[in-house]
C-alpha cells in the first residue's frame, strides 16, 4: 500500500492520464446509454403508433389498465422494498448489541488476566 501511494505521489503526470482516460470511457458509456435510450424511446412510440392505428377506440382503455398495472406493482415492489430495509435494520442493531456484549466480555477477560 505505501509503495502505491509513493507512486501516486511522485508520478502525478501519469494518475492525471489515468484519471483522463477513466472520465472519457465514462463518457463514452454515458454516450452509447443515451442513444440506447432515445432509440428506446423512439421503438415504444413506434409501437404505441402501430397499436393506435390498429384500434384508436381500445387505445386510452389500453393505456389506463397499463398505468394502473404499473401503479400497483409500484407499490408492491415499495413495500417489499421496505420490509426488507426493515429486516436489514434489525439485523444491524442485533449485530451492534452482539458486538457491544462481546466487547463487554473481552474487555472484562482482559482486565482478569491483567490483574494476575
Known amino acids: 500500500m505505501d509503495?502505491?501511494?509513493h507512486y501516486v505521489t511522485t508520478h502525478q503526470f501519469t494518475v492525471?492520464?489515468?484519471?483522463?482516460?477513466?472520465?472519457v470511457?465514462?463518457?463514452v458509456i454515458f454516450k452509447q446509454l443515451f442513444k440506447l435510450a432515445l432509440l428506446l424511446i423512439l421503438l415504444l412510440m413506434a409501437?404505441?403508433?402501430y397499436m393506435y392505428f390498429k384500434d384508436p377506440g381500445k387505445m386510452p382503455e389500453n393505456i389506463h389498465e397499463t398505468l394502473q398495472k404499473a401503479k400497483q406493482?409500484?407499490?408492491?415492489?415499495?413495500?417489499k422494498g421496505k420490509s426488507v430495509y426493515?429486516?436489514?435494520k434489525s439485523i444491524v442493531?442485533?449485530?451492534?448489541k452482539l458486538t457491544k456484549e462481546a466487547?463487554?466480555?473481552?474487555?472484562?477477560?482482559?482486565?482478569?488476566?491483567?490483574?494476575?
Open 103 to 116: 466487547e463487554k466480555f473481552l474487555g472484562e477477560n482482559q482486565e482478569t488476566k491483567k490483574e494476575r
Open 86 to 88: 426493515d429486516k436489514g
Open 3 to 5: 509503495s502505491i501511494i
Open 73 to 79: 406493482q409500484t407499490g408492491k415492489i415499495v413495500d
Open 25 to 27: 470511457v465514462v463518457y
Open 93 to 96: 442493531e442485533k449485530g451492534q
Open 16 to 23: 492525471g492520464v489515468a484519471v483522463f482516460v477513466a472520465l
Open 47 to 49: 409501437i404505441g403508433g
